[in-house]
């Protein structure tokens, strides 16, 4: 917006809160402004060449501070637009006690989401894939990732492996796996889950519109048949800065 700069400047003096580098003394002035609201969620900031006169400090601490402020969420940089500050983000929490896919999780909280495909076909099996899938020798498997959407703001990426014997045509997924292995009788009954931070690598957070090395949370489920039998191996990555996983606990006896 063409005040920005004068929200962000104001008539006072600028003075930087004291302590450390100088980069991080004016990246905590800039996240500062930002909460407080002097400037706003798509406001763009001042030019690098702008604001290092007006602060009285070298370009190079104000492009450092700025590349802090894009790696944390709160800017975000337009090639050939300029430095944004980063829409706000709502937070989605997803519960630890119910198995259940990603399209029914967020139609729940009434959410569309969509979904863009990047991979779904019939392979070889990695080691990793026979071992955990329990694939007979010869047998090959199914694999289909996603890019989940929610209107625009991408959420999650989604990789999965199904023994190709009990998904012989990832193609004719629609909008839920859980929903299509439902049709077959081959809807997971339970899973266990494994959750670990993460900072993304540069394919990822391409596709997920954030900068590479920020947060992530990388989830791994096996997700299993009434018989026990392994039904699907799940690798996903959701962004860090819009989801909660939650889980109820209770007191032992």
Do not use: C
């Not at 292995?181 to 899973?191: F, I, Q, T, Y």
């Not at 540069?202 to 791994?220: C, F, K, N, S, V």
Request: aromatic content about 6%.
């Amino acid at each position: 917006m063409a005040d920005a700069p004068d929200a962000l400047f104001g008539t006072e003096a600028i003075i930087l809160p004291q302590g450390g580098p100088l980069y991080l003394q004016l990246k905590r002035w800039i996240a500062d402004a930002v909460a407080r609201g002097a400037v706003k969620p798509g406001d763009a900031l001042p030019s690098e060449r702008d604001l290092a006169t007006k602060v009285d400090v070298s370009r190079v601490t104000v492009r450092k501070a700025v590349q802090h402020l894009v790696r944390d969420g709160i800017l975000v940089q337009r090639h050939g637009s300029g430095t944004f500050v980063a829409p706000h983000q709502s937070r989605v929490e997803q519960s630890l006690s119910q198995l259940t896919s990603f399209t029914e999780d967020m139609a729940r909280r009434g959410m569309a989401v969509r979904a863009v495909w990047l991979d779904r076909g019939i392979y070889d099996p990695s080691p990793e894939e026979t071992m955990i899938l329990g694939l007979s020798p010869g047998e090959r498997v199914a694999r289909i990732a996603r890019l989940r959407l929610s209107g625009d703001m991408p959420l999650a990426i989604e990789r999965a492996a199904l023994s190709a014997v009990t998904m012989p045509d990832p193609g004719a997924i629609a909008s839920s796996l859980y929903a299509h292995l439902d049709k077959s009788g081959n809807r997971p009954v339970r899973a266990i889950q494994r959750i670990r931070a993460a900072n993304l690598g540069e394919g990822d957070a391409r596709l997920l519109e954030i900068p590479a090395g920020a947060a992530a949370l990388h989830i791994e489920r096996i997700a299993y048949l009434p018989s026990g039998k392994v039904v699907e191996f799940t690798r996903s990555v959701y962004r860090g800065d819009t989801y909660d996983f939650v889980a109820e606990l209770r007191v032992g006896k």
